[in-house]
């Protein structure tokens, strides 16, 4: 008893740090929410709710601000390249993980390496080299962007779960005459399906809070998502004033990665401590 309670005393600055960190959070996510449902008197005067609470400012941030149309944008981003991403790294994975051939470990050190390049140092090339064939300011070219750089992580992070799965569960598909893309596809992707998960959450809150890449390739208003359309609106406080409407905006914007992390939290640690848990 005396060790337990010396252990729990000596990580109690630690708690005391999580805890001041917790409060801090909850209350900026609090005023946030408050001043979505005020008036931009009421958010300079600091009287919250002075005026009542103003329902208006969704609806203007909806329809008035553009946010519906940055948000349809964003929404097909990001779920047509998370399924892209799946598509090509969910095999990928599954083939460097278990099956040995000439090459492989090259190939899993070239993903490993693209992880550590800036996506910042291909901005340019990129441009330049989209711009040449004429492809810039379109959906699709925007989409392939997202796959491309997300693939390499998926890759990386799916390799420990296709890793640890047992192999006597493609033995007994062999026995029964299944090839290896009909056990990948019928009984090693569903095993995975903890780790699926997760890296579709994670790839979800990176591309729906993606702000660089879009701004250079995505310049015309109908086709900018979420994180630009709010830079946008950001700016143009300075001449209307609306602050009250942006910060409906935020709370828009915000809410599908907030949903995310209250409904989905326990998969999320679940998915990133079973890739290193022996299967």
Avoid: H
Avoid at 136 to 149: G, K
Wanted: aromatic share 16%; proline share 4%; net charge positive.
């Amino acid at each position: 008893m005396n060790n337990s309670f010396k252990s729990q005393i000596g990580k109690l600055p630690g708690y005391i740090l999580v805890l001041l960190w917790c409060i801090f959070t909850f209350v900026v996510i609090g005023w946030i929410f408050a001043a979505s449902f005020s008036t931009s008197r009421d958010i300079f005067s600091g009287d919250m709710f002075a005026s009542g609470i103003i329902l208006e400012n969704y609806v203007k941030a909806w329809f008035a601000n553009n946010v519906s149309m940055y948000f349809i944008n964003s929404m097909l981003y990001t779920f047509s390249a998370i399924a892209g991403v799946l598509l090509i790294s969910a095999p990928c994975a599954y083939a460097l993980s278990r099956f040995v051939f000439k090459g492989n470990k090259i190939i899993q050190n070239m993903f490993i390496s693209t992880m550590g390049i800036p996506s910042i140092m291909i901005i340019l090339p990129l441009f330049a080299l989209f711009t040449s064939l004429r492809l810039t300011n379109s959906r699709w070219m925007l989409i392939i962007l997202y796959i491309c750089i997300n693939v390499p992580f998926t890759v990386f992070f799916l390799m420990a779960f296709f890793r640890n799965l047992s192999p006597a569960f493609e033995e007994a598909a062999a026995i029964d005459g299944c090839g290896p893309i009909k056990t990948f596809w019928t009984i090693m992707m569903p095993l995975a399906q903890p780790g699926i998960v997760t890296v579709t959450i994670f790839n979800f809150i990176t591309i729906w809070n993606e702000y660089f890449m879009s701004m250079i390739f995505a310049s015309r208003t109908e086709l900018r998502p979420v994180a630009v359309g709010l830079f946008t609106m950001v700016q143009s406080m300075r001449y209307t004033g609306d602050w009250a409407g942006m910060f409906a905006a935020v709370v828009i914007v915000f809410l599908p990665t907030f949903i995310l992390y209250i409904f989905l939290s326990e998969k999320i640690i679940a998915g990133v401590t079973g890739g290193a848990i022996k299967g």
